[in-house]
Structure formats: structure tokens, C-alpha cells
């Protein structure tokens, strides 16, 4: 997999938290998700919502999130906070 820039990357992230959040029943065509979007906070995402979407993220980019090095919580804060660590563990 070619590795993607940072803008690239956030995008794709942004991308896949609207489709789920679009997909949920906490839809809201009010709100737009971006780059500093509070995940549960502003979108409502649940527990079980949050390990999907970091299924879906480990799958869009080859990668696996450490539950036992990284906190999750402030990882999946928002679409900039998820960047930051699947850039990290791209090694960009």
C-alpha cells in the first residue's frame, strides 16, 4: 500500500466517520464531520460503535491499534486525533 499524506489520510478518516455516523441512528444532516469533530461527544458513538470504527480504520490502512500502549479514548477523540496515530503507525 502506497502510504498516503497526512491530508489523504484525515480525509479517508473523515470519510469513513461519516459513513458510519450516516449509517447510524444518531444521524444528524445537521452535522458535519471534520477534522476536529468529537467522535462520541458531537456524533454520539457508543462503545460498540467505536470498536467498529476501529475495525474499519486498522482495515483501511493496514495497521493495528495497541489497546495496551495507546489510550484509546483520546485516539478516537476526533478525525485529527486518529490521523495523528495511524500516521504514527504508518511511520509517516
Not at 27 to 37: F, G, H, Q, S
Request: glycine fraction near 4%.
Amino acid at each position: 500500500m502506497n502510504r498516503l499524506g497526512r491530508e489523504e489520510t484525515e480525509n479517508k478518516i473523515i470519510e469513513i466517520v461519516t459513513e458510519m455516523f450516516r449509517n447510524s441512528a444518531l444521524y444528524n444532516k445537521d452535522l458535519t464531520v471534520n477534522a476536529e469533530t468529537q467522535i462520541q461527544d458531537e456524533l454520539g458513538f457508543d462503545s460498540i460503535m467505536l470498536i467498529v470504527l476501529q475495525i474499519d480504520i486498522e482495515d483501511a490502512f493496514h495497521i493495528r491499534f495497541d489497546p495496551v500502549e495507546e489510550d484509546l479514548q483520546q485516539v478516537f477523540l476526533t478525525a485529527r486525533t486518529l490521523t495523528d496515530s495511524v500516521q504514527n503507525h504508518m511511520g509517516v
